[in-house]
């Protein structure tokens, strides 16, 4: 037997291995009814040392199947896994005084954008920005620096924002499903294709200075 020091736990997990009522298993144990109720409030309690020895006895002169059973209650559980959000990688690519977007499908409307492409766990968001944008529009960019994090105020989701430069390749659209056009745009008129209150503050702060 692995259980070194009971506690009211064990206890309880022997108790119903043994499919006794509380006055059953008080009696079988010799203590009182009050104890093993008590054991059901506080599992964390440590019974005294005479009534661990009890519970030894009573576990060892248990049947196999009774064994099973109070194995089965007392191994551990697997880790609860935590749901991921969906996240997005977004990449503002930059070549000279221009910047570029897609057009996109959706909800019965179309909406310019930024090249994005969900991240996959474990995956890094600034390798997916860059692939995602070749995916889509055939340009090979170069990640710069990352620009900041927020829930998207359209999609809801985890957008992570990253600044690009240009290395090569025309833009066009390598993804019809999902998009209707692909153009470089001059910066000072970006707000023209994505309204300003929708645009990431840091986004407009980086396309101001930058080269």
């Not at 990449?91 to 954008?113: F, K, S």
């Not at 833009?171 to 056009?181: C, F, I, K, M, T």
Request: aromatic share 6%; charged share 20%.
């Amino acid at each position: 037997m692995d259980i070194v020091t009971w506690t009211g736990r064990e206890a309880c997990a022997l108790q119903q291995a043994l499919r006794m009522t509380n006055d059953d298993f008080a009696d079988h144990l010799g203590v009182a009814v009050r104890t093993v109720a008590n054991w059901h409030s506080s599992p964390e309690i440590v019974p005294r040392t005479e009534i661990q020895s009890a519970l030894d006895t009573a576990y060892e002169r248990s049947t196999a199947s009774v064994q099973r059973r109070f194995s089965l209650q007392t191994r551990p559980r697997p880790a609860a896994v935590e749901a991921q959000a969906l996240r997005v990688a977004i990449a503002i690519v930059l070549r000279g005084d221009d910047v570029l977007l897609v057009c996109r499908r959706g909800d019965g409307e179309l909406r310019w954008q930024f090249p994005a492409g969900m991240v996959k766990p474990g995956a890094d968001p600034a390798t997916v920005a860059a692939q995602e944008t070749h995916g889509e529009t055939g340009v090979h960019c170069a990640v710069r620096e990352r620009l900041g994090e927020r829930v998207h105020p359209v999609t809801g989701v985890v957008a992570s924002y990253y600044l690009a430069d240009h290395l090569a390749g025309e833009a066009s659209n390598r993804d019809p499903l999902e998009n209707v056009d692909v153009t470089w745009v001059p910066r000072s008129t970006l707000t023209r294709f994505i309204p300003a209150d929708q645009i990431f503050p840091p986004v407009l702060s980086a396309l101001e200075v930058a080269a």
